[in-house]
C-alpha cells in the first residue's frame, strides 16, 4: 500500500487521537510517540492503564489517562494464551467528542475501537487500525461470531497497519480489508538508547559463567515457552557440551517452577535466573549476552527479537512468533519449533562449535533492523495520517 501526503495541511494543524486500552508494558511505544508528536504535535494518547513516563521523556508527548479498563479472560489457548475480551467505559467517547480529533488511532478489535467508530459516524473523522501481529489464539478461525464483528468494524475502517505479513494477510484475507487500506509496515520498533538509559547495569550471567551465553528475556509464563529452553539446555548437556551458558531474566506466575524445574534438571551451573529487571536497565543484558532466543508458543509480535538485534545479537526465534519474519534463516539466526526439543538444542549447539557464526550473525541482524527506528515509524504513520485525512468544512 502506498500512500502521499494531501498537501492540504501545514504541519501539525491535523489533530490525533491514539486509543490504547492498555500500556502496562508498552515502555517501548513511548520512543514512537515522541518522534510522533514531533511531527503531528497534536497528538494525545488516550489510556486506561498508564504506568507513567519513563526518564527523559516526560512532556515529549501529551497523555490521557481513562481509568476502567479490565481484562475479562473466558479460557486459555493450548499455548497458554489468554482468550477474551478487555472492557473499559464508553467516557473515551466523551473525549472523543469534546477533542474534536480529525484522525483515531485504535488498537486491534477493543471495544475502544467500537467507541472510535461511533464516534466516526458522527464526524468528518478517520479511523487507523493498528494491529499488532496475529497468533492461534487471537485469529478466532472458529469463533464465527468473533470473526462476523471484525468484518462488520473492518467495513468501516479507513486504513490498517500491521507489523507482521502474516497479520497483515490476515485482515486481507479473513477479514476482507481491501488491500489498498492495508499498511505492511512495522510500528513496534526498538529504541536501544532507552533500553541502556537505567542508572544500574544488569549482568546477563555470572562472572564466571561459561560462553556463549543464551540470553531469554520475557515473562515466565507457559506460554512463553521458557520450560523447552531448559530441557534443550539439558540435552547440551547431556551430550556432555558444557562450554555454554543460560540467562532468563523475567518475572510472572510461574517463577517457582522455574527454579524447581532447575534443581530437578540439575541446571543450576548452567542456567541463571535474574529474575524482573527494569525495561531501561534490559540495554547492558542484551549487550553481556551472545544469543538471544525466543521459544514462546504463541507471540503477535516478540518485541524482544528486534531488540536483541538491535543490539547485534544473533537470534533463535520460535516459528509461533510474529517477528520471526525478522529473523533470516541461517543469515542473522535461527527460526525453530519449540515443541521440538533437539531442533532447538541442535541450533544452540552450532553456536557453541561454530562460535565464529555469532560476530556474524549478530552483524547481520543489526543491519537487518537497522531501517526500523522510532523516527522512521513515526514518518510512516505520519505520512499514513496525511494520506487518510480530510479536511473539514
Given amino acids: 500500500m502506498k500512500f502521499q501526503k494531501t498537501g492540504k495541511n501545514s504541519r501539525g494543524s491535523i489533530h490525533v487521537a491514539w486509543l490504547l486500552l492498555t500500556m502496562t508494558t508498552g515502555y517501548y511505544l513511548q520512543p514512537l510517540f515522541r518522534e510522533f508528536a514531533r511531527l503531528l ?52 467517547l466523551w473525549k472523543l467528542f469534546k477533542n474534536r480529533p480529525d484522525v483515531v488511532f485504535t488498537g486491534s478489535f477493543s471495544v475502544w475501537t467500537f467507541y472510535g467508530l461511533v464516534y466516526r459516524a458522527f464526524t468528518r473523522s478517520r479511523l487507523i487500525l493498528l494491529w499488532e501481529g496475529v497468533s492461534e489464539g487471537t485469529a478466532y478461525m472458529n469463533s464465527r461470531l468473533r470473526l462476523a464483528t471484525r468484518r462488520l468494524m473492518a467495513r468501516f475502517v479507513d486504513a490498517a497497519v500491521c507489523n507482521s505479513d502474516e497479520g497483515t494477510r490476515y485482515l486481507r484475507d479473513v477479514i476482507a480489508i481491501p488491500e489498498s487500506k492495508l499498511l505492511h509496515r512495522a510500528f513496534f520498533v526498538p529504541e536501544p538508547a532507552l533500553l541502556s538509559s537505567g542508572e544500574e547495569r544488569q549482568t546477563a550471567s ?40 543460560v540467562a532468563v531474566v523475567g518475572d510472572g506466575e510461574q517463577r517457582d517452577q522455574l527454579k524447581a524445574r532447575l534443581c530437578s534438571l540439575g541446571l543450576q551451573p548452567f542456567v541463571n535466573a535474574t529474575g524482573p529487571v527494569p525495561y531501561q536497565s534490559l540495554g547492558s543484558l542484551f549487550e553481556a549476552a551472545d544469543v538471544f532466543v525466543l521459544p514462546t508458543l504463541e507471540d503477535t509480535w516478540g518485541m524482544v527479537v528486534s531488540e536483541a538485534m538491535a543490539f547485534g545479537k544473533p537470534v533463535l526465534c520460535s516459528k509461533y512468533a510474529g517477528a520471526r519474519e525478522l529473523v533470516q534463516h541461517g543469515v542473522n539466526g535461527f527460526v525453530f519449533d519449540p515443541y521440538n526439543v533437539d531442533e532447538l538444542a541442535g541450533y544452540m549447539e552450532r553456536f557453541i562449535r561454530e562460535p565464529e557464526l555469532i560476530t556474524k550473525f549478530g552483524q547481520r541482524s543489526r543491519e537487518i533492523i537497522a531501517p526500523h527506528t522510532p523516527e522512521q515509524a513515526a514518518k510512516a504513520l505520519a505520512t499514513l495520517v496525511h494520506s487518510v485525512h480530510r479536511p473539514s468544512f
Wanted: hydrophobic share 40%.
Fill in 41 to 92: 504535535p497534536n497528538t494525545i494518547i488516550f489510556t486506561s492503564d498508564w504506568p507513567g513516563f519513563i526518564a527523559g521523556y516526560e512532556g515529549t508527548f501529551e497523555v490521557r489517562f481513562l481509568p476502567g479498563f479490565r481484562r475479562v479472560t473466558l479460557k486459555q489457548s493450548a499455548a497458554g494464551a489468554d482468550m477474551g475480551f478487555g472492557w473499559a467505559p464508553p467516557s473515551v
Fill in 206 to 245: 555470572e562472572p564466571d559463567s561459561r560462553r556463549p551465553v543464551f540470553l531469554f528475556v520475557g515473562q515466565i509464563i507457559k506460554r512463553k515457552g521458557w520450560n523447552y529452553l531448559l530441557e534443550a539446555a539439558r540435552s547440551l548437556v547431556q551430550k556432555g557440551l558444557h562450554s555454554f551458558s
